[in-house]
């Protein structure tokens, strides 16, 4: 395993002018952490295609490692060509591929129906220079139809091409483990490298994690519940969780630690500090 585990953060494309400034103030705070690279999320069908490019092209001129999400469902093979074109041109290195869930009011699901495809499709059309990251769920994805299955499908993406797999949001440490022994007992030696969310905010955890499938254990909800407008208790008790829980994965060998960063600088800055990751000036 690697002793020296490595950051990256992920952000989502900002809607404005406003909100871009706000995100770029937000990135060159948090690249005083030397991330190994960052992200930006992409709406799948599309609907964000602009601006995570916009912002990937932001983050690129900044001379740090910059990785577009990009999903599958819904899209040609034609736009995928054009879109992972247009990112070879600004310089980019690594993507994260995904399948995406198609947005409501669309029905055609397209040529890519899992993400595996996009992989093997990336593969074809580009070769092996590209990093690929793709996704795991230690909590299980809520589509799979078991356990193993999800991670016999998690195989079938790093058999099609890719290099590396993030995972998923957990709060128990217990999961992310297990799914571990079990994705190398299914033959997969790449790094997975844990996703972390800052918690600071009961509404939209909740709601988030009913969503994808994340697991809140009981007593994490219920005291998330107890301090929902009580703001100071509630990220005091969520920073002691995450920090908790990030101390419990590096202790065990993590080859690095991916955080959400929902584009804000202190919930992560306060994390990293306290599990011993120093600052650049
Ligand atoms: P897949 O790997 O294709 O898996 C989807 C489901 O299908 C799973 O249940 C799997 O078990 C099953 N499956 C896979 N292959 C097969 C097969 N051959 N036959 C039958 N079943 C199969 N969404 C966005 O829209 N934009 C983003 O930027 C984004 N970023 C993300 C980043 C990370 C790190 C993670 C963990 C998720 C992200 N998502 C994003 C969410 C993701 O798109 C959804 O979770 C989506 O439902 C699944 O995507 P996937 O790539 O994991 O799909």
Not at 74 to 91: A, V
Not at 190 to 212: E, W
Not at 233 to 255: R, W
Request: charged letters at 25%; hydrophobic letters at 35%; aromatic letters at 10%.
């Amino acid at each position: 395993m690697n002793t020296t585990p490595e950051l990256s953060f992920e952000f989502f494309p900002p809607r404005s002018k406003e909100g871009s400034e706000k995100l770029m103030a937000v990135h060159s705070e948090l690249m005083r952490l030397e991330p190994q690279f960052v992200s930006v999320t992409y709406g799948a069908g599309g609907s964000t295609q602009d601006g995570t490019f916009e912002a990937v092209k932001n983050m690129l001129a900044t001379g740090n490692s910059t990785a577009p999400h990009l999903t599958g469902v819904g899209s040609s093979r034609d736009d995928i060509k054009s879109i992972i074109q247009g990112y070879l041109d600004l310089g980019v290195k690594r993507l994260v591929v995904l399948r995406g869930d198609l947005p409501s009011g669309m029905v055609e699901r397209g040529h890519f129906k899992y993400a595996e495809q996009l992989v093997q499709f990336v593969r074809d059309e580009f070769g092996d220079d590209l990093h690929l990251e793709v996704a795991a769920y230690p909590d299980f994805h809520p589509e799979s139809a078991s356990p193993s299955t999800d991670i016999q499908y998690l195989k079938r993406k790093f058999d099609a091409g890719a290099n590396s797999a993030i995972t998923q949001y957990f709060f128990n440490a217990d999961s992310y483990f297990s799914f571990i022994d079990e994705a190398q007992r299914a033959g997969i030696d790449a790094p997975i490298v844990p996703g972390i969310m800052p918690i600071t905010n009961y509404a939209t955890l909740t709601r988030f994690s009913d969503a994808c499938g994340a697991e809140i254990p009981r007593w994490i909800r219920a005291r998330l519940e107890q301090y929902q407008h009580d703001e100071k208790s509630l990220k005091a008790f969520g920073l002691d969780v995450v920090t908790h829980l990030c101390f419990d994965l590096l202790d065990n060998g993590v080859p690095g630690l991916h955080f959400y960063t929902l584009n804000k600088t202190e919930p992560v800055q306060d994390i990293c500090k306290l599990i011993g990751f120093e600052q650049t000036k």
